[in-house]
């Protein structure tokens, strides 16, 4: 059994390909039954397409495997939290999990007086916080030089 | 000059396009300069994932015929209310205006208690709301039998 460190970790390096990429720098994976099934980065940028976010692809990309567009026995690890459009797809995908690394203060869902998920998904937050803050803090120094 | 019901109906033929293929009948069109830029129809079930809305469909659809994320010149018609998701992919895109036909009450993102859309886009709806309403009843009616 991996732990969600393990497994949030795996979202870490996808946004470390982000960042290389010079998009901003958001991972996530997909896990299903102890097995990452989807893993995706923010690609906003290279697709000129401002719905590329991680999660976003990291759904498509899960029902893909799956075969189904249900991802309820799922869990998402994504190192920031949701925005609202992600929080909507999740909602829509009836996710059984999502832990989220650092939290987003300007655009987070959790900013919402209403709940934007499935009433059914439990939610973790925190796990590696300090890396995904960090690689993002990094981002946006780089960014402004 | 093209009439505001003139793209409605555009974005009709995409949901009559959806109903025939027993996919949620709902259509979307992407108007810039006067001009249609992108057509969706909602894909859920052909492409098993609950992120292919109609709306989404089209933002993307329409990033790609302008080369840029931004469709801040555009305006989206679609024939049902946008739900979250959608609203919070439109925030993103900062569309200049967004027609929508029916409202839906259960999962239109204007339930929420505060603005999930950009602050500079205009909203208009109620344009060809009954044609799109009686095509969605159609549909579920015939879902049920």
Known sequence: MY???????EALKQ????????????????????KVIARA???TERLTDVTAHAEMLAITSA??????????????YVTLEPCN????ALFWSQIGEIHFGATDPKR?????????????????????AQEAKDLLDLFFKKLRN
Chains 1, 2 share one sequence.
């Open 108 to 128: 987070g869902y959790s900013n919402n007086p209403v709940n934007l998920l499935h009433p059914k998904t439990k939610v973790f937050k925190g796990v590696m």
């Open 15 to 34: 946004a470390k390909i982000a960042f290389k990429e010079n998009e901003i720098p958001v991972g996530a994976v997909v896990v299903c039954r102890n």
């Open 85 to 88: 459009m992600c929080a909507g």
């Open 41 to 43: 980065y923010n690609q």
């Open 3 to 9: 732990t969600d460190a393990y497994f949030m970790n």
């Open 63 to 76: 029902a893909n495997a799956l075969g189904a567009k249900y991802l309820t026995e799922c869990k998402l």
